[in-house]
């Protein structure tokens, strides 16, 4: 069905498509490796976010937690934001983001288009100084509500009832999924519905490792690991550099013509690295993992071409994921 | 056997500011006691008094996270590249301030959060 009432009615179905030339081959007569890329960039804002955004405030809504006219605050570096902004201005409610200032100008100017409101907090303070402006600002404004995408089980649940059967119904042969972690909400949820399906599935999850002025903790006591976040859920976690994210993104547009966030480039390094033992192993894979938003927001940033070097520099102290 | 161990800057008091430190141990068990042999204390910020994995501190082996690996019992060899983290979700920036407001006791953000479908 391709004919919707409206444009939340258009969430979801996403295709998944295959990699033939980025799947890796296999020897003569032994058991094929596929790689398969779930489109999340073609959700309505053009991100997987969209997915969570419009359940945190579906639920909000119908358990009364929300009603018209309220402001919606959320801390939020971008997807989400924007996901957010646009189900908050198809529903009737005002948002105010709270954003470190060290992200794109795209993310900032779609955001506004949106109709939300931003209110920056100093990259150079990192986490602590997000959380100070955050706390200043609901100090003032107490009546303003958040959805806390990081451990609102609403998050994950889109996912259950969404993304995996998604995935189930497109490769039913699936034997590995892997996608970003950041409020952990993706892999929970789907990883949690395909593990209640598919005997032996693998849930994989591929992070972000920034450079450290990104993260500015002052002490291995300030981490943060997200209310929804159950190990249990995945079987194995790579850290990926922005070096090999860069690299994957740019092979993601040269080799299949998938043009994609830097995030995307981060989960195909880990998909390609599961695709390549099973390939060593002798062992059958369909390895489906997430575009999680297209590359236009980054743009900006350059570094879609030019050295490796350039595009790492580039990305120095900038949120990519 | 040498291992390479990368030491996020909030550790480098510990190995009087080297950004990579050189270890060795069959397990990470082994290679976290012979880091501390030469940089003392830095065990303790590593491990808890139980004996287990601290929750904020990420150990990566080749890049892939050692809690999936066996954790403090995975087996290393000669020419593994460990990387030592602290545990921060991908969009920190955002969690980190949620996180905090969510400390606030205000029923208003509690409320909010609290949503059940």
Request: proline share 5%; aromatic share 6%; with cysteine.
């Amino acid at each position: 069905m391709a004919r919707y009432e409206s444009l939340l009615d258009a969430l979801g179905g996403t295709p998944l498509v295959g990699l033939p030339r980025l799947s890796p081959s296999v020897p003569e007569g032994a058991p094929a490796v596929r790689l398969w890329a779930k489109l999340e960039d073609r959700n309505p804002t053009g991100s997987i976010k969209d997915r969570a955004a419009f359940y945190m405030v579906r639920e909000a809504e119908e358990s009364g937690h929300l009603h018209p006219g309220d402001t919606i605050l959320e801390p939020t570096s971008g997807n989400t934001g924007i996901a957010l902004a646009m189900v908050a201005k198809l529903r009737g409610y005002r948002l105010v983001c709270v954003m470190p200032e060290n992200v794109s100008a795209e993310r900032i100017q779609l955001l506004r288009m949106y109709g939300a409101e931003i209110l920056f907090s100093p990259a150079a303070g990192g986490s602590n100084q997000a959380v100070a402006t955050a706390k200043q600002v609901a100090a003032e404004h107490p009546d303003w509500k958040m959805l806390y995408q990081y451990g609102n089980p609403a998050n994950a649940r889109a996912h259950f009832e969404t993304t995996g059967p998604e995935l189930l119904q497109d490769l039913p042969t699936i034997t590995h999924f892997v996608a970003g972690l950041g409020t952990t909400g993706t892999l929970m949820g789907t990883g949690r519905f395909l593990k209640e399906k598919v005997d032996g599935i693998q849930i994989i999850a591929a992070e972000p490792r920034y450079g450290e002025l990104v993260y500015g903790l002052r002490n291995i006591d300030e981490g943060y690991v997200p209310e929804l976040y159950d190990a249990s859920v995945l079987d194995r976690r790579f850290s990926v550099g922005t070096r090999d994210a860069v690299l994957r993104t740019r092979q993601l547009v040269e080799v299949e013509g998938i043009f994609a966030g830097f995030s995307s480039g981060a989960i195909l390094h880990a998909a390609l690295a599961v695709a390549h033992e099973a390939v060593k192993a002798g062992r059958r894979a369909d390895v489906a993992f997430v575009i999680a938003d297209g590359g236009w927001k980054y743009l900006s940033t350059g570094a879609y071409g030019g050295t490796l070097n350039d595009a790492e520099e580039a990305l120095e102290g900038q949120l990519w994921a | 056997m040498a291992i390479e161990v990368r030491v996020p800057t909030i550790l480098r008091s510990y190995t009087g500011g080297a950004k990579t430190v050189e270890g060795a141990g069959e397990t990470l068990t082994a290679l976290i006691d012979d880091l501390d042999a030469k940089h003392k204390g830095l065990k303790g910020r590593l491990i808890t008094p139980e004996g287990g994995l601290h929750r904020f501190v990420n150990i990566y082996v080749n890049d892939e996270d050692v809690r999936f690996l066996g954790a403090l019992d995975a087996k290393l060899s000669d020419g593994d590249s460990i990387t030592i983290l602290p545990a921060v979700a991908g969009g920190a920036l955002g969690f980190a301030a949620a996180a905090a407001l969510l400390g606030r006791p205000s029923k208003h953000l509690a409320a909010a959060v609290s949503t059940k479908g």
